[in-house]
């Protein structure tokens, strides 16, 4: 069964610094599909970024961007010139390339921004 | 163009009675999944809908049913409520045809007491 593990219960980053949130996933297959959601207060799910596991290169999305180390299984977030909007839950989550699919999600981590 | 949908946000009801949550799928999406977040977790999948058949479903008893229309938005029932069944309901909506886009809604938060 394929697991998601985020080892990060909580981070703290310095606004406009940087910050890498980690997480390690456990699968058998070759054909995946990998995910950063972020969840506010409010509670609403939304996608910073994903990354398809046969791309070889790490995905970017303005000031996020991951390093997706696939022979690793690790698959690890970065966050630049860090703002106090970023403070939020951040999973990673995890889903098998077939059409449809679930998404397997970490524990979280918690981020908090400190102007 | 409207995200997905959820209702009703918040509602509370009493151990042993039935509930029914709605969610409406981003518009274009054919596939609807249920999650289910407890406080300090991440969301579990519950199960997914396609074509009106439910198509994989998670580790949840069968007091967990679902439903979804021919417009593609889908509801939650859960019946014989319990205490633990207290949660965060997401819903979130995809392609079939894409498996890498999906989207969610703001939840339905459920107490029981």
């Known amino acids: 069964a394929q697991t998601v593990t985020q080892s990060q219960p909580e981070m703290s980053v310095q606004e406009a610094e940087t910050v890498t949130l980690s997480c390690t996933y456990d699968?058998?297959?070759?054909?995946?599909?990998l995910f950063w959601y972020k969840q506010p207060p409010s509670r609403q799910m939304i996608l910073v970024i994903r990354?398809?596991?046969?791309?070889?290169q790490n995905a970017t999305e303005n000031r996020f961007s991951v390093n997706f180390q696939k022979a690793a299984k690790s698959f690890s977030l970065k966050i630049s010139d860090s703002q106090l909007g970023d403070a939020a839950m951040y999973f990673c989550a995890y889903k098998r390339g077939n059409q449809g699919g679930k998404l397997i999600f970490g524990q979280g981590t918690e981020l908090s921004v400190k102007p | 163009d409207a995200g997905v949908t959820q209702s009703p946000t918040h509602l509370i009801k009493t151990r042993g009675q039935q509930v029914t949550l709605r969610c409406s799928p981003k518009?274009?999406?054919?596939?609807v999944s249920w999650y289910q977040q407890a406080l300090g977790q991440g969301p579990q999948f519950i199960f997914q809908?396609?074509?009106?058949?439910?198509?994989q479903r998670g580790n949840f008893p069968d007091r967990f049913s679902g439903h979804q229309f021919p417009n593609y938005s889908s509801e939650l029932n859960v019946n014989a409520l319990l205490l633990g069944d207290s949660a965060l309901y997401l819903c979130?909506?995809?392609?079939?045809?894409?498996?890498?886009?999906?989207?969610f809604g703001e939840g339905s938060w459920l107490t029981v007491v």
């Open positions: 979130a909506s995809s392609i079939r045809a894409l498996g890498n886009t999906i989207y």
């Open positions: 518009s274009g999406h054919d596939t």
């Open positions: 990354q398809e596991a046969y791309k070889q």
């Open positions: 699968t058998s297959e070759s054909d995946y599909y």
């Open positions: 809908y396609y074509e009106e058949e439910e198509r």
